[in-house]
């Protein structure tokens, strides 16, 4: 996740009044690109981040990549959250992995020796945020993770293993807890998932983890 995106114009924005406390502005150029589709899945995904409740995120508009999100510094404090979206086949789990970062942004923008040994805090990185997004909720497991490494098999036939891959995810958060190595031991038990038959591979259920307020 970068600061600050090169380029990323905060002027000509346009709010939108019908969300929920945390809330959208859309770049002049996402107004003109925006789809209904897309407006929609961006509505139904933010209630699933109740910790950027209070916080306007602008939205843009990018071409050149999946998504980007941006942590806005003014003399040192923060002063906007950014996400750029691809709107042509966008994924909710783009848009989860893209809030995600902002989350990030925000944890570590709170540094303190608390925070650093919070469990709870979602901790930087590319495969981190990919394995918190898939534990969040089931929404974002509409299609398969960027950065966590999965075997060709199961990117191929992600729909029939995304449920046990979330599973998983949300027991690596809360092996983090006692082991450095979670995120190893996680790509570990996903091969051993993907030469599974799929007859074994668990049915699907509703998970959750407590999230802070």
Same mark, same amino acid.
């Given at each position: 996740?970068?600061?600050?995106?090169?380029?990323?114009?905060?002027?000509?924005?346009?709010?939108?009044?019908?969300?929920?406390?945390?809330?959208?502005?859309?770049?002049?150029?996402?107004?003109?690109?925006?789809?209904?589709?897309?407006?929609?899945?961006?509505?139904?995904?933010?209630?699933?981040?109740?910790?950027?409740?209070?916080?306007?995120?602008?939205?843009?508009?990018?071409?050149?990549?999946?998504?980007?999100?941006?942590?806005?510094?003014?003399?040192?404090?923060?002063?906007?959250?950014?996400?750029?979206?691809?709107?042509?086949?966008?994924?909710?789990?783009?848009?989860?992995?893209?809030?995600?970062?902002?989350?990030?942004?925000?944890?570590?923008?709170?540094?303190?020796?608390?925070?650093?040994?919070?469990?709870?805090?979602?901790?930087?990185?590319?495969?981190?945020?990919? &394995?918190?997004? #898939? @534990?969040?909720?089931? /929404?974002?497991?509409?299609?398969?993770?960027?950065? $966590?490494? !999965? %075997?060709?098999?199961?990117?191929?036939?992600?729909?029939?293993?995304?449920?046990?891959?979330?599973?998983?995810?949300?027991?690596?958060?809360?092996?983090?807890?006692?082991?450095?190595?979670?995120?190893?031991?996680?790509?570990?038990? &996903?091969?051993? #998932? @993907?030469?599974?038959? /799929?007859?074994?591979?668990?049915?699907?259920?509703? $998970?959750? !983890? %407590?999230?802070?307020?």
């Amino acid at each position: 996740m970068r600061r600050r995106a090169a380029g990323f114009k905060m002027n000509n924005i346009h709010l939108r009044e019908t969300f929920p406390p945390g809330s959208f502005r859309f770049t002049a150029l996402m107004s003109k690109r925006l789809t209904r589709r897309a407006q929609e899945m961006i509505e139904r995904s933010l209630p699933h981040f109740p910790e950027l409740n209070g916080h306007v995120i602008t939205v843009g508009y990018t071409r050149k990549h999946l998504g980007s999100a941006t942590v806005i510094y003014r003399k040192g404090a923060i002063s906007g959250l950014a996400i750029r979206l691809k709107v042509r086949k966008l994924t909710y789990q783009t848009i989860g992995h893209e809030l995600t970062h902002l989350l990030q942004g925000l944890s570590h923008a709170r540094r303190s020796r608390a925070r650093a040994a919070d469990a709870a805090k979602i901790p930087s990185g590319e495969k981190q945020c990919d &394995i918190w997004t #898939l @534990a969040r909720h089931e /929404l974002f497991c509409d299609d398969a993770p960027t950065y $966590l490494r !999965l %075997p060709r098999v199961m990117r191929e036939s992600w729909p029939a293993h995304a449920a046990a891959v979330r599973a998983l995810c949300i027991r690596a958060i809360n092996k983090r807890k006692t082991h450095r190595r979670y995120i190893r031991w996680l790509e570990a038990e &996903i091969r051993a #998932l @993907a030469n599974a038959p /799929l007859k074994d591979v668990p049915p699907h259920q509703q $998970l959750e !983890l %407590p999230w802070p307020s």
